[in-house]
């Protein structure tokens, strides 16, 4: 099984980060295969970056169609996720999707810790249908570069952040981004709560998709397109829109 670990921004610093966290949990015998897009933004802080971004993982999965048997979106965001499953012709899991509906499998409620600002992953939340179950948020005043530089100083900022989630009611705590991949294990023993790392749950629930083999969708929102010419795009991004003729 290959599974496509496709970051969103052009940091190639966190995609190996979410690599290696990736292939600690892939089953024997599944490839992580990572990506970074060929342009777009360093890092996703804001909408507009969100927004350029989704062109940019679009453009990678197009590349890789046919070739690998799921993909993961390594992004905080789960940017373009929607566009990325009508557009591929296998299962593509949001990392962060992914943790969340774990944590529901969990307990009644789940906060979630991030860096920086936070009112977009409450409306990410939000999109997923999950509002009622999310018991708080936490954004570490971190950048995910400051993250790479000085993890030991990360590790103990978003420690502080997971405590006032447990002791705001959460049952569980998602790790939200990227930049906190693989993170946990240096986290759990102090945890009072489960810790959700998205990249492990993202990886898990592609391999289980990939074993029950769902048909693509024919009709509605998720079917893909046919038919559709375009201008400027990558040869293998417009082969998709037309419907890979």
């Known amino acids: 099984m290959r599974i496509l670990l496709a970051n969103?921004?052009?940091?190639?610093?966190?995609?190996?980060?979410?690599?290696?966290?990736?292939?600690?949990?892939?089953?024997?015998?599944?490839e992580i295969v990572p990506g970074t897009p060929r342009f777009g933004?360093?890092?996703?802080?804001?909408?507009?970056?969100?927004?350029?971004?989704?062109?940019?993982?679009?453009?990678?999965?197009?590349?890789?169609?046919g070739s690998v048997d799921a993909v993961v979106l390594a992004v905080s965001l789960d940017t373009a996720l929607e566009a990325a499953r009508q557009l591929m012709p296998c299962p593509v899991v949001g990392m962060t999707?992914?943790?969340c509906l774990t944590a529901c499998?969990?307990?009644?409620?789940?906060?979630?810790?991030?860096?920086?600002?936070?009112?977009?992953y409450r409306q990410l939340v939000e999109r997923h249908g999950l509002s009622s179950r999310l018991s708080g948020l936490v954004g570490v005043d971190f950048t995910p570069q400051r993250a790479l530089s000085d993890p030991e100083a990360a590790v103990r900022a978003v420690a502080e952040g997971i405590?006032?989630?447990?002791?705001?009611?959460?049952?569980?705590?998602?790790?939200?981004?990227?930049?906190?991949?693989?993170?946990?294990?240096?986290?759990?023993?102090?945890?009072?709560?489960?810790?959700?790392?998205?990249i492990a749950c993202a990886v898990r629930m592609a391999e289980v998709l990939v074993a029950l083999a769902p048909p693509k969708p024919r009709h509605g929102p998720m079917a893909p397109v046919r038919g559709r010419d375009s201008v400027g795009l990558s040869p293998a991004l417009a082969t998709l829109l037309r419907g890979g003729d």
């Open 163 to 198: 405590a006032a989630l447990a002791a705001g009611g959460a049952d569980s705590v998602v790790l939200g981004g990227a930049a906190l991949a693989g993170m946990e294990p240096a986290l759990r023993a102090a945890s009072p709560v489960p810790l959700l790392d998205g």
């Open 97 to 99: 999707e992914a943790a």
């Open 8 to 30: 969103a921004n052009t940091t190639e610093a966190i995609t190996e980060r979410c690599a290696a966290a990736g292939r600690a949990v892939a089953s024997p015998g599944t």
């Open 41 to 65: 933004p360093a890092v996703i802080s804001s909408g507009l970056e969100n927004a350029i971004a989704a062109h940019g993982i679009l453009d990678l999965l197009a590349e890789h169609a």
């Open 105 to 120: 499998m969990l307990g009644n409620r789940f906060g979630l810790v991030t860096f920086g600002h936070t009112e977009s």
